[in-house]
């Protein structure tokens, strides 16, 4: 097998069983103060916002966890926001802010404090980062607004291009956040997808194996798993600088359109969720699917005995979505690799594309 761990990004996604673990028993020990602050926050809904992976990250939290959750949620991507702030501004809504940035410094992300400070100065803000040095990390509300920063371990601040261990880390702490576990359970959850990273790591590698680079990619799941398909998509999309379109859906939703994308040099990628409802609906695409273009074409990812990449995790989706994007950043990583790109910034030489996103213009909002 060729060795990747040259490469920054390689290291980066092997890091996160361990980071996970350590994270768990660490930050299980500030739970029950960010819960009770959450609650008496005066807030009556709750945004993400973040830009990119960063949003992908509010839509897979509103799936996972808006059903158990007191107040509403809303995934508010913040690249909407700062485009266009007069969709968002309710009469009688005070939203929780909650921004998630990987550097914290994407104009983005500085557009969105901006805005809060303009037309939401009493909204109470959570933000959630991997740069201690950053706006997020660092920048206080110019009204009074309460205000509370989680900076994660520097492990999760990943340097190259990609983002792999700060898109997982940020979801985890959402979801310790916001779910309903008592920090003794999140501290055991982390414990158990740690442990089942290092066997999905390992089979991931197996794969990279079996696998030639297609032509185009698809990843589909239900509910949650449908925004963790979202971002694994784009993470073989980027790494491998375009060179590999990559889509994706819901299992049922793929359906309705999205299916005349693939051929039989495609591979589509089948999250088989924890949830035996949904299960059945994504096992009838996969088992549709081979049936079409031949069994070559369909890779199942999941806790199923019937899997093609077995996920020893039995938590809900929300939680296992972090182990089966693991698949997609190996792949994402090997299939670069072989396609001769420097993994750890594919566009180099091109000027199209950077770490953090640059050349965006703000723009004051009586401007707008």
Known sequence: MVDLTKWATTREIQAQPKIWANWGQEFSTRLSDLSEWVANSGATEVWFCGAGTSAYIGDLLCRALDATSVLPMRSVPSTDLVSAPHAFKRNGVIPLVVSFGRSGNSTESIGTLDLLDAIFPEAPRLNITCNKDSALATRQPASQASQRVIVLPDECHDSGFAMTSSFTTMILTAMAV?????????????????????????????????????????????????????????????????????????????????????????????????????????????????????????????????????????????WMSVLTVLIAQWLGV?????????????????????????????????EA
């Open 178 to 318: 916001f779910g309903q576990e008592t920090p003794e359970e999140f501290a055991a959850n982390m414990n158990e997808i740690s442990h089942a990273a290092e066997i999905v790591l390992a089979e991931a590698d197996q794969l990279v194996g079996k696998l030639t680079i297609p032509q185009r990619a698809v990843f589909v799941g239900s509910g949650p798993l449908a925004f963790v398909a979202r971002e694994s998509a784009l993470k073989v999309m980027e790494l491998a600088a375009g060179k590999i379109p990559s889509i994706w859906d819901s299992s049922l939703g793929f359906r309705h359109g999205p299916k005349s994308f693939v051929d039989d040099q495609s591979k589509v990628f089948v999250f088989l969720s924890n949830n035996l409802h949904s299960r059945r609906y994504d096992e009838d695409l996969a088992d549709e699917v081979k049936a079409q273009f031949g069994e070559q074409t369909v890779v199942t990812i999941g806790n199923s005995a019937k899997a093609d990449v077995h996920i020893p995790c039995k938590l809900e989706d929300g």
């Open 334 to 366: 090997a299939w670069s690799n072989q396609l001769g790109f420097n993994v750890d910034n594919p566009f180099e030489g091109q000027g199209t594309l950077t770490r953090v996103v640059s050349g965006v213009k703000l723009y004051a909002l009586e």
